[in-house]
C-alpha cells in the first residue's frame, strides 16, 4: 500500500532529470555557422584555429571553437562550408574617398599641390554633384565588398549619399562630411560646410548602428586655427570622430611653416585640435616629439603606402609610430591617388616598403601588417570593441578566403600567405554584421552590371567635357 505514493513520485523525479538533461544537451538555434581549415582571429594572442567555425547570431559572434564543439554546441538556419579555406577579420580601409573611383585615372604622377589644385578641386567643382556620389560610392563599395573590405573610412562630398549607400550596400563606414573653406562645388564656404556637415550628423547619428557619422576636417593647411576650433567643439559637442589629413607631404610642412611657424601635428596640438577622437590620414612627416603627441592624444594615424608612393609624400615612419605605441590603421587613400581601393596591395605595401626603408627584413613582419588592417586599424579608427578581430561577443564582421588558386600552393604559414601572396580575387564571401554580403563571388547587396554601366555614362560625360575644355 506504501508503495502507491512514491511511484508517481519517483517518475516525476527521473522525468525532471530526463527533461532538464535534453534541454541542456539540446544544441542552441543560431542564424549561421561558418567554417574554415583556418581561422586566423587577430585577437591579442593572434590565436589561430584549425578546422574551426564560428557561430554567428544576430549579428555577433555567439562562439568560434574547433569545428566539431561548434557543430555539437548550435544547430544552424544557415551552413557555410570550410574546406580549403581561411576566416580572418574582415579588411578595414582607414582612409578614402569612395566616391573618387570615378577619378581613376584621370590624372597620374603629378605632386600633391599640383595634382590637388590643378585637377582633383577644378573637376570636384564642375562633376561632383549627388548622382556622381552616389554612384561612384556604389562602385567603390562593390570593389572593397570583393576585395574583403568591410569598413571603410570616408571623406567626401554630399555624405547623405555615401550614408544611404553604405545602408544598402550592408558595408560599415565612418562617414566624415568634408569640411574645407574654399568652395567645392558641394558647399560655398566654411558655414556653409559646418552646416551640411551638422545636418548630415543629425540624419544619420543613431539610425544605423553600422554607420558612424564623422567630420572630415580637408587639413591643417585648408582650414584657418579660429575654424579647426570651432570644428572640434562642435565634434566633442555632437559625440562625434573627426578625420583629418595630418602632415602628409612637404609641401604642407612648407605652407603650415610659412602660415604659423610650426609643423602640422605641433600647429594643431597647440590649438587644442586633438582634444577628443582623432583620425590622422597620412601622416608621413611627423617628428619625434609629434609623435608622443599623437601617443598621448590617442589620435588614430591611416598609413596610405601605396599613395604616399605614388605621389611621392615620402614614407611615414610606421614601425617607429607602432614601437611607440600610436595607433596605427591602414587605408588606400582615394582611387585617384591609388588607383584602386585594394588593401591587399596595401597590407604587401606596408610589410615591403618599411623593410626596404629601413634595410631590415625583420621590421612590419606578416602579423604586424595584418594587425593594422585588422584590428589595429579598428582601434585606430574607434572601433576596436566593436569589430577588427573574431572573438565572441564582436559584430559579426569577417571574410572567407579560398586556398584553392596556384599562387596559394602549397601553404606552410597561413599568416604568411595571408600578409604576401593573397589577392583580392581569393577572398569568397564578406559577411558584415552577420548578413551575407558576398557569397561566392556574387555581390549580393549591390546591381555589378549596373553600376558598372552608370559608372561609364559618367565618365564619358567627364571625359568629354575635360576633352572640350583643353
Ligand atoms: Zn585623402
Not at 76 to 97: C, D, F, S
Not at 274 to 280: E, H, K, Q, R, Y
Not at 356 to 378: H, Y
Request: charge should be negative.
Amino acid at each position: 500500500m506504501t508503495i502507491n505514493h512514491p511511484a508517481p513520485l519517483f517518475q516525476l523525479f527521473w522525468f525532471l532529470i530526463l527533461a532538464s538533461s535534453s534541454i541542456t544537451a539540446k544544441a542552441d538555434s543560431v542564424d549561421l555557422i561558418i567554417a574554415a581549415d583556418y581561422i586566423v582571429t587577430m585577437d591579442d594572442e593572434n590565436t589561430v584555429i584549425t578546422d574551426g567555425a564560428i557561430a554567428i547570431d544576430k549579428g555577433l559572434i555567439v562562439a568560434i571553437d574547433s569545428r566539431t564543439s561548434i557543430e555539437k554546441a548550435f544547430t544552424a538556419r544557415q551552413k557555410i562550408e570550410g574546406k580549403n579555406r581561411v576566416l580572418m577579420p574582415g579588411l578595414i580601409n582607414g582612409h578614402t574617398h569612395a566616391a573618387m573611383t570615378l577619378f581613376r585615372g584621370i590624372a597620374d604622377d603629378l605632386p600633391l599641390m599640383e595634382w590637388l589644385t590643378k585637377y582633383i578641386f577644378p573637376a570636384e567643382i564642375r562633376f561632383v554633384n549627388p548622382e556622381f556620389v552616389r554612384t561612384g560610392t556604389q562602385l567603390a563599395c562593390l570593389e572593397m565588398i570583393k576585395g574583403g573590405t568591410t569598413t571603410f573610412v570616408d571623406m567626401y562630398f554630399h555624405p547623405r549619399e555615401i550614408a544611404k549607400v553604405v545602408d544598402k550596400c550592408g558595408m560599415r563606414a565612418v562617414i566624415g562630411a568634408a569640411v574645407i573653406e574654399q568652395e567645392s562645388g558641394y558647399t560655398k564656404d566654411f558655414r556653409d560646410a559646418m552646416n551640411k556637415a551638422e545636418s548630415f550628423i543629425s540624419q544619420w547619428q543613431g539610425k544605423n548602428s553600422r554607420i558612424s557619422p564623422a567630420i572630415a576636417a580637408h587639413a591643417a593647411y585648408t582650414i584657418s586655427p579660429d575654424n579647426l576650433k570651432f570644428i572640434r567643439q562642435r565634434a566633442n559637442k555632437l559625440g562625434v570622430p573627426i578625420s583629418i589629413h595630418l602632415s602628409e607631404s612637404r609641401a604642407e610642412l612648407e605652407i603650415v611653416n610659412k602660415l604659423y611657424g610650426d609643423t602640422s601635428i605641433n600647429h594643431l596640438e597647440g590649438i587644442d585640435f586633438f582634444n577628443g577622437p582623432t583620425i590622422g590620414a597620412h601622416v608621413v612627416w611627423p617628428t619625434e616629439n609629434e609623435i608622443s603627441i599623437l601617443v598621448k592624444r590617442k589620435v588614430g594615424a591611416i598609413h596610405n603606402p601605396t599613395s604616399n608612393m605614388k605621389i611621392a609624400s615620402g614614407f611615414a615612419p610606421i614601425p617607429e609610430m607602432i614601437a611607440a605605441g600610436v595607433h596605427v590603421g591602414l587605408g588606400t587613400d582615394g582611387a585617384a591617388s591609388n588607383n584602386d581601393l585594394d588593401m591587399w596591395d596595401e597590407i604587401r605595401m606596408a610589410a615591403f616598403i618599411h623593410k626596404g626603408r629601413l634595410l631590415d627584413p625583420k621590421t612590419m613582419p606578416a602579423a604586424m601588417v595584418l594587425n593594422i588592417a585588422t584590428s589595429g586599424g579598428a582601434k585606430a579608427i574607434g572601433l576596436g570593441d566593436a569589430v577588427g578581430s573574431l572573438t565572441a561577443g564582436r559584430r559579426a564582421d569577417l571574410i572567407q578566403i579560398s586556398l584553392e588558386a596556384t599562387h596559394l600552393v602549397p601553404l606552410y604559414d597561413v599568416i604568411s600567405h595571408l600578409a604576401y601572396a593573397v589577392d583580392a580575387q581569393d577572398v569568397q564571401t564578406v559577411i558584415v554584421d552577420g548578413e551575407i554580403l558576398m557569397r561566392d563571388r556574387k555581390v549580393l547587396t549591390i546591381d555589378e552590371d549596373e553600376v558598372i554601366r552608370k559608372a561609364r555614362v559618367i565618365a564619358a560625360k567627364v571625359n568629354a567635357e575635360i576633352r572640350s575644355s583643353q
